[in-house]
């Protein structure tokens, strides 16, 4: 039975704030425009033509003022397929947006782009024709032509430079009827949620539901989803933002230059998440590409959540659910901290379940233990199993801090850093996530070695006595060269001796002094 969820202002794009929506035909320079605008690489460029397929939404400073654009894939004429797909999600932006960026390339007009500029007309109210691939001071003629087409607005641009953006951004401040600030506007805070896996696995057909909307077109074509998708939602007085990603295969299934690009921008948005849901097919169990995965992520300190989705094809043995867990715990000891869910994002069961638990996540992420608390639970924990002994003596944990959050991080001061044991250090990072409160996420423990001021022993002997040993050295040998024998009993004679060549020392030092 499919689960309620409570989920507010569901939307693919933050409809609180004015939206952008870039529009045009394929290689036209949108996403290069995209990019440019919100100064990141979100959007893939490439000159192969229908590289962008899904709308990506980012939150964009027009004047310091937050909006949001969208970057969209291209629109064809093509009616069938995939094609057809991308080309009715781009189209329909139109009609949400405040604003349309309708992008042209200024060398050839095609007759997707007289179909476009047609699909605009009950629009032209918000309409900006962008004439793109204004590279040279030749080419800045040929933007006149445009104003035939009888829209208003027309901005002549090099995406790829940089030129003409002044009179874009300006002339959008003027439509979104804006002001230029002088501070910019705060972004509330939000936990990000990276989806990875495979291709297939149900990445997308979660992002939709969570969103309450296409965010990511469904397709059974593996690597449908190439950009970052993204979207925000509210459950439970959360804000979330959910970065639906391609699907992650092996690098001899990667045949395209653009799926090369687009599962390195996978990989990388791990670096931006908070919490990382890996999607597993429950029916197809772990994957060596899924263990690799799992290790990017403990490696940069996220937390993960493994997701056994597609409970719902399950075939109905008793403890059949069970048997995978217990099976992926023994075959992934990588991620024995992180949480299980199971779900249907089909049938959307679970899926509370899963979202009370990112939040669990993300509190551990950025829990903090004061220091005195720390060193208390490490003097209980040392004083319970002792560190052992190495060839050197007992290895000591001398006390120790919490040094970040988001990833977490420890650090352990010790009285010595070599060969210390492994498995220590593993007793240690399993009593912090026992007692502290940091089970769920993995945690990452440095050493550093505690030194001490060197003993007089280690700086060895001061100036004063190797002084005094010379001097004592030299009046033995000047007895010696007089024929003076080496009586017995000689200790009361050494003492004297010293007690001559302190005083001969003493002496020299203050007529230098005195000079």
């Given at each position: 039975?499919?689960?309620?969820?409570?989920?507010?202002?569901?939307?693919?794009?933050?409809?609180?704030?004015?939206?952008?929506?870039?529009?045009?035909?394929?290689?036209?320079?949108?996403?290069?425009?995209?990019?440019?605008?919100?100064?990141?690489?979100?959007?893939?460029?490439?000159?192969?033509?229908?590289?962008?397929?899904?709308?990506?939404?980012?939150?964009?400073?027009?004047?310091?003022?937050?909006?949001?654009?969208?970057?969209?894939?291209?629109?064809?004429?093509?009616?069938?397929?995939?094609?057809?797909?991308?080309?009715?999600?781009?189209?329909?932006?139109?009609?949400?947006?405040?604003?349309?960026?309708?992008?042209?390339?200024?060398?050839?007009?095609?007759?997707?782009?007289?179909?476009?500029?047609?699909?605009?007309?009950?629009?032209?109210?918000?309409?900006?024709?962008?004439?793109?691939?204004?590279?040279?001071?030749?080419?800045?003629?040929?933007?006149?032509?445009?104003?035939?087409?009888?829209?208003?607005?027309?901005?002549?641009?090099?995406?790829?430079?940089?030129?003409?953006?002044?009179?874009?951004?300006?002339?959008?401040?003027?439509?979104?009827?804006?002001?230029?600030?002088?501070?910019?506007?705060?972004?509330?805070?939000?936990?990000?949620?990276?989806?990875?896996?495979?291709?297939?696995?149900?990445?997308?057909?979660?992002?939709?539901?969570?969103?309450?909307?296409d965010v990511s077109i469904v397709s059974?074509?593996?690597?449908?989803?190439?950009?970052?998708?993204?979207?925000?939602?509210?459950?439970?007085?959360?804000?979330?933002?959910?970065?639906?990603?391609?699907?992650?295969?092996?690098?001899?299934?990667?045949?395209?230059?653009?799926?090369?690009?687009?599962?390195?921008?996978?990989?990388?948005?791990?670096?931006?998440?908070?919490?990382?849901?890996?999607?597993?097919?429950?029916?197809?169990?772990?994957?060596?590409?899924?263990?690799?995965?799992?290790?990017?992520?403990?490696?940069?300190?996220?937390?993960?959540?493994?997701?056994?989705?597609?409970?719902?094809?399950?075939?109905?043995?008793?403890?059949?659910?069970?048997?995978?867990?217990?099976?992926?715990?023994?075959?992934?000891?990588?991620?024995?901290?992180?949480?299980?869910?199971?779900?249907?994002?089909?049938?959307?069961?679970?899926?509370?379940?899963?979202?009370?638990?990112?939040?669990?996540?993300?509190?551990?992420?950025?829990?903090?233990?004061?220091?005195?608390?720390?060193?208390?639970?490490?003097?209980?924990?040392?004083?319970?199993?002792?560190?052992?002994?190495?060839?050197?003596?007992?290895?000591?944990?001398?006390?120790?801090?919490?040094?970040?959050?988001?990833?977490?991080?420890?650090?352990?001061?010790?009285?010595?850093?070599?060969?210390?044991?492994?498995?220590?250090?593993?007793?240690?990072?399993?009593?912090?996530?026992?007692?502290?409160?940091?089970?769920?996420?993995?945690?990452?423990?440095?050493?550093?070695?505690?030194?001490?001021n060197p003993s007089l022993n280690e700086?060895?002997?001061?100036?004063?006595?190797?002084?005094?040993?010379?001097?004592?050295?030299?009046?033995?040998?000047?007895?010696?060269?007089?024929?003076?024998?080496?009586?017995?009993?000689?200790?009361?004679?050494?003492?004297?001796?010293?007690?001559?060549?302190?005083?001969?020392?003493?002496?020299?030092?203050?007529?230098?002094?005195?000079?």
């Amino acid at each position: 039975m499919a689960e309620k969820l409570e989920i507010k202002n569901k939307a693919d794009i933050d409809t609180s704030l004015p939206m952008i929506a870039i529009l045009g035909r394929p290689n036209v320079g949108k996403s290069t425009l995209f990019n440019r605008l919100i100064r990141e690489r979100r959007a893939i460029t490439d000159p192969t033509p229908g590289v962008t397929r899904d709308p990506i939404p980012s939150r964009y400073l027009l004047g310091n003022n937050a909006v949001t654009l969208v970057d969209s894939g291209g629109v064809k004429l093509d009616k069938e397929g995939l094609d057809y797909a991308v080309s009715e999600k781009s189209l329909s932006l139109a009609s949400q947006a405040d604003l349309i960026l309708l992008v042209m390339d200024c060398t050839d007009v095609t007759r997707e782009d007289q179909m476009l500029l047609d699909e605009m007309r009950p629009y032209t109210d918000k309409v900006i024709l962008v004439v793109n691939k204004v590279d040279d001071v030749k080419r800045e003629d040929l933007v006149w032509n445009f104003f035939s087409y009888g829209y208003q607005r027309v901005v002549g641009i090099s995406a790829a430079h940089g030129s003409g953006f002044e009179e874009l951004e300006n002339t959008m401040l003027g439509m979104l009827d804006l002001e230029e600030r002088e501070e910019e506007e705060e972004e509330r805070e939000s936990v990000k949620i990276a989806i990875l896996g495979k291709p297939n696995t149900g990445k997308s057909t979660l992002t939709n539901l969570l969103t309450g909307r296409d965010v990511s077109i469904v397709s059974d074509i593996a690597g449908t989803t190439r950009d970052v998708m993204r979207a925000s939602f509210e459950y439970k007085g959360n804000d979330y933002t959910v970065l639906d990603t391609a699907g992650i295969r092996r690098k001899s299934k990667v045949e395209e230059d653009v799926e090369y690009y687009s599962v390195n921008r996978a990989i990388k948005t791990i670096d931006e998440a908070d919490v990382v849901l890996l999607m597993v097919d429950v029916t197809e169990g772990l994957s060596e590409q899924d263990k690799k995965i799992a290790s990017l992520i403990v490696r940069r300190g996220k937390g993960v959540i493994l997701v056994l989705n597609k409970i719902d094809m399950l075939s109905g043995v008793k403890n059949e659910l069970v048997a995978v867990e217990d099976r992926i715990r023994f075959l992934f000891p990588i991620l024995n901290f992180a949480p299980i869910v199971s779900i249907s994002a089909l049938e959307s069961v679970n899926v509370g379940d899963l979202l009370s638990t990112v939040i669990r996540v993300w509190k551990q992420l950025n829990k903090r233990v004061d220091t005195a608390t720390l060193n208390e639970a490490l003097k209980s924990w040392t004083s319970e199993y002792e560190p052992p002994r190495g060839s050197e003596g007992h290895y000591k944990v001398l006390y120790a801090t919490q040094v970040s959050t988001t990833p977490v991080r420890f650090l352990l001061f010790v009285n010595r850093i070599k060969d210390f044991p492994e498995s220590y250090i593993s007793y240690i990072k399993n009593m912090i996530r026992k007692d502290l409160g940091f089970k769920d996420i993995p945690i990452e423990i440095s050493l550093r070695e505690r030194r001490r001021n060197p003993s007089l022993n280690e700086r060895g002997p001061s100036k004063e006595t190797l002084d005094i040993k010379r001097a004592v050295k030299r009046t033995e040998r000047s007895g010696r060269a007089k024929g003076v024998s080496k009586k017995p009993g000689g200790k009361a004679r050494e003492g004297k001796a010293m007690e001559r060549a302190k005083k001969v020392v003493r002496n020299n030092r203050q007529a230098r002094k005195g000079k």
